[in-house]
């Protein structure tokens, strides 16, 4: 059974950067593609980012593109997701998933979730 705890979600203002964190515990960490999702009020959760177990491949959605960079420390068990001039509609909690495969997952279909961690962008 995996764990995955998130942090680094907070209040910001539109322009700011931010880091968010996922740690993995609980389980063998190897081979897992991680992904992360966002859900506002009112929305269906989306696809954020995703990395696949070598860290070299990576999928984003249109909307983060070139300013959300996912990244993965496999000796600590730890996805990263930098985000870099936050806009009012990044305001979402952000999930973090794993699916024990070699490939790059950008749906839904990850076996393990996170609670999640606010962020906040105001304009």
């Known amino acids: 059974q995996v764990h995955l705890l998130e942090s680094g979600g907070t209040l910001v203002q539109a322009g700011d950067s931010l880091r968010l964190s996922c740690v993995a515990t609980?389980?063998?960490?190897?081979?897992?593609?991680m992904g992360w999702f966002r859900q506002s009020p009112g929305k269906e959760r989306e696809f954020v980012a995703a990395?696949?177990?070598?860290?070299?491949?990576?999928r984003y959605d249109y909307s983060v593109k070139g300013r959300f960079t996912i990244s993965r420390d496999r000796a600590k068990n730890t996805v990263y997701l930098q985000m870099n001039n936050l806009k009012p509609e990044d305001t979402a909690m952000y999930h973090c998933?794993?699916?024990?495969?070699?490939?790059?997952?950008?749906?839904?279909?990850?076996?393990?979730w996170g609670q999640g961690t606010q962020v906040t962008v105001s304009s």
């Open positions: 609980g389980g063998s960490f190897n081979p897992y593609a």
């Open positions: 990395t696949a177990w070598g860290g070299d491949l990576t």
């Open positions: 998933a794993a699916l024990s495969t070699l490939v790059v997952v950008t749906g839904h279909e990850y076996e393990y």
